[in-house]
């Protein structure tokens, strides 16, 4: 089993920062990449970020350039920089993790979310 806890969610104005953690324990060598995803009101949830645990990153098309993932492989965490923030990234943001191969990230287990709402 692998365990999940984000952290850093919040309140802040239309091109503000906000820094968003995670930290997996448990199983943890069943994950080699960690990510997130996020879930806006009345929309699908999708994906943010990923990075495995050599460094690939992937980003959407939406984030390039504000955002940032990064980790700390000793402390089994993950990070999200979020600068230039919109009110479109208003949204819970859900920690994951889980295997990557070929190219494509299997995001199997997940934390219970952090709210992000860009509001003046």
């Known amino acids: 089993q692998v365990q999940l806890v984000e952290s850093g969610g919040g309140l802040v104005q239309p091109g503000g920062s906000l820094r968003l953690s995670c930290a997996a324990s448990?199983?943890?060598?069943?994950?080699?990449?960690m990510g997130w995803y996020r879930q806006a009101p009345g929309k699908q949830r999708e994906l943010v970020a990923f990075?495995?645990?050599?460094?690939?990153?992937n980003y959407a098309d939406s984030v390039k350039g504000r955002f940032t993932i990064s980790r700390d492989n000793a402390k089994n965490t993950v990070y999200l920089q979020m600068n230039s923030l919109k009110p479109e990234d208003t949204a819970v943001y859900y920690c994951?993790?889980?295997?990557?191969?070929?190219?494509?990230?299997?995001?199997?287990?997940w934390g219970q979310g952090t709210q992000v709402t860009v509001s003046s």
């Open positions: 994951n993790g889980g295997p990557y191969s070929s190219g494509t990230y299997y995001p199997n287990y």
């Open positions: 448990g199983t943890i060598v069943s994950i080699n990449t």
């Open positions: 990075i495995t645990t050599g460094g690939i990153t």
